[in-house]
């Protein structure tokens, strides 16, 4: 069965760094662009960052850039997400998803084929 499982996310403090992880089952991840997904409460699920399949090529959402950092082992069939520098407005659930085309993108979700069922990220003093 494909899936996809989050791990990583806690409770941290304001400044603090968490690294989620996106592990694949059933299916190699050479071929699909990952991209990671938030939502908090009340508000739409927004796209964070992506990172593509045929040349690793990455993008941020503006909210996190310079502070988030994405990446992918594909021999241990998983992406990472390192946060740095968490501010309170990150709190939201976390999701990865894998799009089989291999195309990066976080404007949409609709393209993605699979996902992860969401971790928690609570950034709180």
């Known amino acids: 069965q494909v899936q996809l499982v989050e791990s990583g996310g806690g409770l941290v403090q304001p400044g603090g760094s968490l690294r989620l992880s996106c592990a694949a089952s059933?299916?190699?991840?050479?071929?699909?662009?990952i991209g990671w997904f938030r939502q908090a409460p009340g508000k739409e699920r927004e796209g964070v960052s992506c990172?593509?399949?045929?040349?690793?090529?990455?993008y941020y959402a503006d909210s996190v850039k310079g502070r988030f950092t994405i990446s992918r082992d594909n021999a241990k069939k998983t992406a990472y997400l390192q946060m740095n520098n968490l501010q309170p407005e990150d709190t939201a659930v976390y999701f990865c998803?894998?799009?089989?085309?291999?195309?990066?993108?976080?404007?949409?979700?609709?393209?993605?084929?699979?996902w992860g069922q969401g971790t928690q990220v609570t950034v709180s003093s």
């Open positions: 059933a299916f190699t991840l050479d071929y699909y662009a």
């Open positions: 990172i593509s399949s045929s040349d690793g090529s990455t």
């Open positions: 998803a894998a799009d089989y085309a291999g195309f990066c993108t976080i404007v949409s979700s609709v393209p993605y084929d699979y």
